[in-house]
């Protein structure tokens, strides 16, 4: 598995030309649904909601709000990461609540959990949770991304777009939920020439170091 892992690592990079006939399977797209479900996040909050953007009209206008790159409209999948814009009460209550009840608890044993969850969060200002929030978006591109080469399939992380006008064009202000990253999912095009070159990556000496 260790072979494979650092196999598959190798083989993906930032695709720029799909094969806009490739068509991602139901089964994989279930897949990348699960793994993207299973998530790690702070407190297990999972602040955050992806969207599949399938609709071809908003692809196109999200294309143009993303300096036209052209993989959001030949990718097989675009998925949108988006981040919830605040953390209310309700939304922390239904955690804790969704916590008690999938492991069978008593509100007794969970609730010095719950008022510590309310406390921590409460202490945070609305900028801190903004930005907290965003950090659990990209925990969750990096598993996505990680996930993507293991099933053989090409990704694409961008941060490269508006993020308040496609926050407009998806009405997401409306949700709670804010833009973060798009990812584009599907096969790279045969003509891709950037699938062979190699990786430039710092030296490892150069990354790591011991204390």
């Known amino acids: 598995m260790k072979i494979e892992l650092l196999k598959a690592l190798q083989w993906r990079y930032a695709v720029k030309k799909y094969d806009p006939g490739f068509k991602l399977s ?8 699960t793994i993207l479900q299973l998530t790690p996040s ?8 992806f969207i599949w953007l399938e609709d071809q009209l908003l692809r196109e206008e999200t294309k143009k709000i993303a300096w036209n790159q052209q993989q959001i409209v030949d990718a ?19 955690h804790v609540d969704n916590m008690r009840d999938t492991r069978e608890m ?3 044993q969970i609730k010095g959990f719950r008022a510590h969850l309310h406390a921590a969060i409460g202490a945070k200002d609305a900028d801190t949770i903004k930005v907290w929030n ?9 598993q996505v991304l990680t996930a993507c080469a293991l099933l053989q399939l090409d990704a694409t992380p961008m ?16 949700n709670g939920l804010r833009s973060i990253l798009i990812c584009t999912i599907g096969k790279r095009a045969a003509d891709d020439q950037y699938q062979h070159l190699k990786k430039v ?9 011991t204390r």
Not at 201 to 208: G, N, Q, S, Y
Request: hydrophobic share 35%; proline share 3%.
């Open 42 to 49: 702070s407190y297990g909050l999972q602040p955050f909601h």
């Open 106 to 108: 008593q509100e007794e």
């Open 159 to 174: 941060e490269g777009f508006d993020p308040l006008a496609l926050d407009q064009l998806l009405e997401l202000d409306q």
């Open 134 to 142: 965003d950090k659990q978006a990209y925990i969750a591109l990096g």
């Open 201 to 209: 990556r710092r030296a490892k000496k150069e990354l790591f170091s």
């Open 26 to 33: 139901e089964d994989d797209k279930e897949t990348l649904e």
């Open 76 to 94: 097989s999948n675009v998925i949108i990461l988006c981040a919830k814009t605040n953390l209310d009460t309700d939304f922390l209550d239904t």
